[in-house]
């Protein structure tokens, strides 16, 4: 008699543990990469001390009920880059980019892009979006309609 309370223990002890870990591992995926931010007088901003990791970090700007996501990273030279999460190729596969060491590398066709090439004069085709950006002591500052002039991708 107690090595069957003894195994509905141990059995409903095994199902509470899983459901746990899914309630928890679905919490976290739903998060997604993405940090929301929101724009203040036209700009949104972001804190240069977010990048000193060297890795892209990935923001969504709520405009109008359109979503538009793009990242910021410091580049190995020191400057920051930021562009927009989608490209002129593949922007329609809503897969956008991913870090892959010192390169972002579309989630889409694979093709890779050096961070610190990313900007003004690195567009069209695969080439992550240009979103350009102020630098302002430890901010970052990027104009609304900058952001905007990107929400056809998304």
């Known amino acids: 008699m107690t090595t069957n309370r003894t195994k509905q223990v141990v059995w409903a002890g095994i199902l509470t543990v899983a459901l746990l870990i899914g309630a928890v591992s679905g919490y976290c995926f739903s ?14 901003t972001i804190p240069v001390a977010k990048l000193a ?26 400057s920051i880059r930021t562009a927009f999460d989608a490209c002129d190729a593949c922007y329609k596969s809503k897969k956008g980019y ?27 085709g695969c080439n992550p979006g240009y979103l350009p950006h102020q630098l302002n002591g430890g901010t970052i500052s990027l104009n609304l309609n ?9």
């Open 31 to 44: 998060l997604g990469k993405y940090e929301k931010i929101k724009a203040n007088g036209g700009v949104a």
């Open 53 to 78: 990791d060297g890795k892209a970090h990935f923001y969504k700007l709520e405009d109008g009920g359109k979503e538009i996501a793009f990242f910021a990273v410091k580049a190995s030279d020191g």
């Open 98 to 124: 991913e870090q892959q060491g010192d390169k972002l590398n579309c989630k889409n066709c694979n093709q890779k892009f050096a961070i610190n090439r990313l900007g003004p004069n690195a567009t069209g």
């Open 146 to 154: 900058d952001l905007r002039g990107g929400a056809r991708y998304f």
